[in-house]
């Protein structure tokens, strides 16, 4: 979806409208800081005008007078620090507001939206585009309210002094305003660049990090460390022209101030001489013309904080406006399933046009043990993912105990379906709250119950701190079967009614898949089983055994009766059996 910038940035009001007393105090503080600030010269001018060069001078007030100067400058100091960290404030908390409900957002979303958006991308979205806002909230709003008041008051000081200087000083206002415009235009450029040099930069770093063992299995590390070298030069070249152009830059502003106060001496050097205005106001003319700079340089400078910003509430605002495409329509009715599976006539693509699954029939009753079997891809797991509703099917419908499974809540659905996954995520934390899911309500003693029954409890015993075990991230220390064990521990903690494995056996040793098998007997009572598995071993004791081929159901029946019929599951069966025949 693409959104004109202006949506973007108005879809952030309601964040902002919750702040209004803040950023009413922000308002009020920007304009009497400025006002300060600004009054200054005008002060010196009068100090200088009617108290030192004067018939009369009177030290006295001179003394006064620099006195109160000073306390102003306090002042102002005070003022703004006090601006600022109340705008940082008011920023951070509309940003951690956004962040919070950016999570929550995608935390809703379907797993579709995590098949075609990467992790970086989402990633880069709660965290980088936040701080973009951020300084939308604070600096832009800040320097450009600030530099616009700044300029008005430094030409009404002005103004109120002599108007024909005014004037003449105005004529630098579009030389500034260009000059600037300009090299802010490069800046961005090159800012740009090098923002988009800096996260391929960390791209590549992460994919190395993770491909480590791989890199060095395959003796890569030269030649990762030459690409990296391309991209760190150019974050280099890139860097080092925004250095120049900022100081550029600042070189420019500099001599353009000097140049308006070279040309004000002249000017008013000689009006001074002439007796047509007094020296005080000569003073206080080239001290505001040495101030012009920073306000325009404020507001042209915040383009680029806009720039970002846009850009950055376009993507977030494009991400809260996702809608999840499995919705609940679940009436909430109690429900307590007995495990009746029916699939009717199920078909299912991930992407339109791609069909994975054609036309699927198949009834399960309660306390069946079914296996699942076929070639990869043939379409198991998107079956089990269909009935969990993590997608929805494209046509057909799938029944639990009679229920259409898209009008059961999905909480209540879940719960009832326990899956020990293909893939096993741990999280970083403690193995105990690993299995019971941070669910600390849970007694340790069903959750050392379940171990035992998968038989997980005899390896983690043998660990230091046994259930304590602090996990590194996705669980790294452990080997691939014992997280398996891990995984399958968690689902029979939650006691599913309908327990699903997806090749929950694939990576353990002869002597733990025979414990799981014993394991998978002892859970199967009164529980509804579906095994995926490519051992066929795991899945000959099962009631009836499905084979999927290339998304339809090439064969079904028991173990005997397949066998028998001599067809895919034969096959299947044949090299498992006699993996040596396939060697070539
Ligand atoms: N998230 C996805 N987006 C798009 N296509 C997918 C996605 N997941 C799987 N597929 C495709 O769907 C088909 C079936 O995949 P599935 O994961 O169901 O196979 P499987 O039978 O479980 O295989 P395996 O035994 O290797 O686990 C495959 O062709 C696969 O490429
Ligand atoms: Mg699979």
């Not at 003394?63 to 109340?86: K, Q």
């Not at 809703?108 to 973009?132: C, K, M, P, W």
């Not at 060095?216 to 925004?242: G, H, M, P, Y």
Request: net charge positive; with cysteine; hydrophobic share 45%.
């Amino acid at each position: 979806m693409k959104h004109t910038g202006a949506t973007g940035l108005r879809h952030l009001l309601p964040y902002l409208r919750q702040h209004r007393a803040r950023l009413g105090i922000v308002f009020l503080l920007v304009v009497v800081a400025s006002f300060i600030d600004q009054a200054q010269p005008y002060l010196i001018r009068d100090a200088i005008d009617k108290h030192i060069l004067t018939a009369r001078p009177d030290l006295g007030v001179v003394a006064w007078m620099s006195l109160g100067y000073l306390a102003l400058v306090l002042l102002s100091f005070v003022l703004t620090y006090y601006l600022e960290l109340l705008l940082q404030r008011t920023g951070q908390s509309i940003v951690r507001e956004i962040r919070a409900d950016l999570l929550r957002h995608i935390q809703g979303l379907s797993l579709r939206y995590f098949d075609t958006n990467s992790s970086g991308r989402i990633i880069t979205n709660v965290v980088s585009d936040t701080e973009a806002l951020n300084n939308f909230f604070t600096d832009f709003l800040s320097n450009t309210l600030r530099g616009c008041i700044s300029l008005t008051l430094i030409i009404f000081f002005m103004l109120r002094m002599d108007v024909r200087f005014t004037c003449y000083s105005l004529l630098m206002v579009p030389v500034i305003g260009t000059v600037s415009y300009f090299i802010r235009f490069f800046l961005r450029k090159v800012n740009q660049e090098m923002r988009h040099r800096l996260s391929a930069a960390i791209a590549f770093l992460a994919e190395t990090l993770s491909g480590m063992a791989v890199i060095q299995v395959f003796d890569r590390e030269k030649k990762q460390q030459e690409d990296f070298d391309v991209c760190n030069r150019a974050l280099l070249e890139s860097t080092i022209k925004e250095t120049h152009l900022n100081f550029a830059y600042f070189l420019v502003a500099e001599t353009l101030g000097d140049l308006g106060v070279a040309a004000l001496i002249w000017f008013g050097g000689g009006a001074v001489i002439r007796g047509s205005v007094t020296f005080g106001v000569l003073f206080a003319f080239i001290t505001y013309i040495r101030r012009f700079f920073q306000p325009i340089n404020q507001i042209t400078q915040q383009l680029n904080v806009l720039q970002s910003a846009v850009i950055a509430s376009d993507r977030i605002t494009a991400t809260l406006r996702e809608t999840p495409d499995i919705c609940e329509e679940g009436a909430g009715q109690p429900f307590v399933a007995s495990g009746r599976i029916v699939f009717e006539g199920v078909h299912f693509a991930y992407r339109p046009g791609q069909p994975v699954l054609h036309g699927i029939d198949l009834v399960i009753e309660p306390g069946q043990r079914v296996g699942f079997v076929g070639p990869s891809g043939a379409g198991k797991t998107s079956l089990i993912n269909l009935l969990a509703r993590f997608y929805d099917v494209t046509d057909g419908v799938i029944r639990l105990d009679g229920r259409d499974v898209r009008s059961i809540p999905l909480k209540v659905l879940r719960e009832t379906i326990g899956i020990v996954q293909q893939d096993v995520t741990l999280f970083s934390g403690s193995l105990i709250d690993n299995i019971r899911f941070f669910r600390t309500e849970i007694p340790e003693a069903r959750v050392v119950e379940a171990c035992t029954l998968v038989g997980a409890d005899e390896f983690i015993r043998r660990l230091p701190q046994g259930y304590q075990t602090p996990l590194s991230e996705r669980g790294s220390t452990l080997s691939f079967g014992e997280r398996q064990l891990l995984s399958f521990a968690r689902a029979m903690t939650f006691n599913p009614k309908i327990l699903i494995l997806d090749e929950a056996t694939a990576s353990l040793d002869s002597v733990s898949e025979a414990i799981l098998q014993r394991a998978i007997g002892r859970v199967a009572n009164g529980r509804t089983l579906l095994v995926i598995a490519h051992r066929l071993s795991t899945v000959r004791q099962m009631d009836f055994i499905v084979v999927l081929d290339h998304g339809r159901i090439a064969e079904r029946g028991p173990h005997e009766k397949l066998l028998a019929q001599g067809g895919i599951y034969h096959r299947l069966h044949r090299a498992s059996a006699l993996p040596v025949a396939l060697a070539p």
